[in-house]
């Protein structure tokens, strides 16, 4: 069956800008329909999944991100967002095993890292975490979250120098973006570390 490029642009489109206005349930529908046009398209596949997440549907949410990891398993998002719906539930463990899964088929993204580090961090294996969120950095040095998550790891540990550091690395990015009152809260969180 050719794709109607049209109607699933237009089905899209919609869908896009329902979800923005947080009209989340016919979103939904709307991808849906735009996938009984284009079932194997991963974009949308993966953005019904995170709409299910927005509104408590986290099974059904895994589902389509299952159905993602079975069309591409070298595509990153399904991973990372199949651990995000876990993470949600607290279901760690499972969260944890989904990023095992993924680093078996790409170990080169940060976000299936930081979802390692979160569900590692939640089941309070700080040292694991810190490990795993230097990982991500390596792929993604840019994010000011990664940075900022890395910082309470290692306030855990109170290694007030490193905490320092990446709370600054942090605001400096935060600057960079235009975001000054988030690098003013990071510079901070880096002076009271140093004080530490």
Known sequence: MAIDKQSFDKLVSEARTLKMRGINKKAIEKFKMALDIDPNNLDIINEVGLA?????????????????????????????????AYLTMGAFEEALAVTNDALKHVIDNSDIWVKRARALESMLRIDEAIDAYNEALKYNSEDPEIWKSLALCLDAKEKWT???????????????????QDADYCLKFAEMAERS
Not at 63 to 82: L, S, V
Not at 162 to 180: D, F, M, P, Q, T
């Open 52 to 84: 299910l997440i927005h509104i408590g549907e986290q099974q059904e949410a895994i589902q389509f991100f299952n159905r993602a990891i079975t069309i591409d398993p070298k595509d990153p998002r399904g991973y990372a967002n199949k651990a995000q």
């Open 162 to 180: 490193e905490v320092a550091r990446a709370y600054r690395i942090a605001a400096s990015l935060h600057k960079k973006r235009g975001e000054n």
